[in-house]
């Protein structure tokens, strides 16, 4: 995940570089952290197949990264090869800035510490489970990767237009918690369901929350739930529809947000393409 925090932040950022990024100290993992890895990939893993969109299934298994904390230095070559993303090490979030400039750059920041067995299921911030298993099998997808590389650039022009809250959103409701319409039903691409053993079930089969069609402006307007599962999904036909909608120029769209008054996490419009709620059973 990305985002503010109103915290203090638990990573050590004592020696970072100046872009943020750390080394990731690999064998400095011990026995009971690798267990604890593999605790959580099983976990998800079996919950994977039947909730997460095809593209995140097939390069999860060819990854197979279920033996340990993986070695970062040991997947940038495949995923170079693959997109020309490669994963950065950082102590935990960022500053906006760095963020950005990481994403505009191909790189992804990945948090280099893994949560404690306490948090097992639910976790405030980031850590490297999320940021790894959530986030970087979608970067091996070449539309997703330059839809995220796009943001990283948008984020950049969205700061100095004072838009940061606006664009955060579509962050939000795409790649941390998006839904995404399959032939084989409805799926996730998002690392923030992802990674969480209770929302994978919930985003895909619960009737409390609304799931409505991805519209660009609706999702910017829209105002989002840190503490709970999401109140609304959006959800999308296809990673191209995701990049060509948000290819235009957000400048006149910032325009538009500031004249309209933010939604509530649970509201419905009047204009809003709601999904049909799910199938029993
Ligand atoms: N086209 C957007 C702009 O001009 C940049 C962007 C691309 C933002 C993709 C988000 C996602 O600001
Ligand atoms: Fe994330």
């Known amino acids: 995940m990305a985002g503010?925090?109103?915290?203090?932040l638990r990573g050590n950022y004592d020696n970072i570089r100046a872009d943020f990024t750390v080394e990731q100290d690999w064998a400095a993992y011990k026995p009971a952290e690798h267990d604890l890895w593999r605790r959580l990939y099983v976990r998800q893993s079996a919950l994977i197949p039947k909730y997460a969109c095809?593209?995140?299934i097939d390069i999860l298994g060819a990854l197979d990264c279920s033996a340990g904390i993986p070695k970062f230095s040991a997947i940038n070559p495949q995923l170079k090869a693959a997109t020309g993303w490669q994963i950065v090490a950082v102590p935990g979030l960022l500053p906006d800035d760095a963020f950005f400039?990481?994403?505009a750059n191909r790189r992804f920041p990945v948090t280099v510490w893994l949560r404690n067995p306490e948090e097992f299921d639910y976790i405030v911030e980031p850590d490297i489970f999320h940021d790894f298993f959530g986030h970087v099998p979608l970067l091996?997808?070449?539309?997703?990767?330059?839809?995220?590389?796009?943001?990283?650039?948008?984020?950049?022009?969205?700061?100095?237009?004072d838009a940061l809250d606006y664009l955060a959103r579509l962050?939000?409701?795409t790649v941390e918690f998006g839904l995404i319409q399959t032939p084989k039903g409805l799926?996730?691409?998002?690392?923030?369901?992802?990674?969480?053993?209770?929302?994978?079930?919930?985003?895909?089969?619960?009737?409390?929350?609304?799931?409505?069609?991805?519209?660009?402006l609706r999702v910017m307007q829209s105002k989002y739930k840190i503490d709970t599962f999401q109140e609304t999904y959006f959800v999308i036909d296809s990673f191209?529809?995701?990049?060509?909608?948000t290819a235009p120029d957000f400048t006149p769209y910032y325009q538009q947000l500031r004249e309209r008054a933010d939604i509530a996490a649970n509201a419905i419009l009047p204009g809003d393409a709601l999904l049909e709620a799910p199938v029993a059973g």
């Open 171 to 173: 962050y939000w409701y």
């Open 140 to 161: 091996f997808n070449n539309m997703f990767a330059d839809y995220l590389q796009a943001y990283g650039k948008g984020g950049v022009k969205a700061k100095g237009l």
């Open 101 to 103: 400039t990481h994403l």
């Open 54 to 56: 095809d593209e995140f």
């Open 4 to 8: 503010q925090t109103d915290h203090a």
């Open 187 to 216: 799926r996730t691409y998002g690392a923030g369901i992802l990674s969480s053993g209770g929302e994978l079930p919930y985003c895909i089969e619960s009737f409390k929350p609304h799931r409505i069609k991805f519209d660009l």
């Open 240 to 245: 191209k529809q995701l990049f060509d909608a």
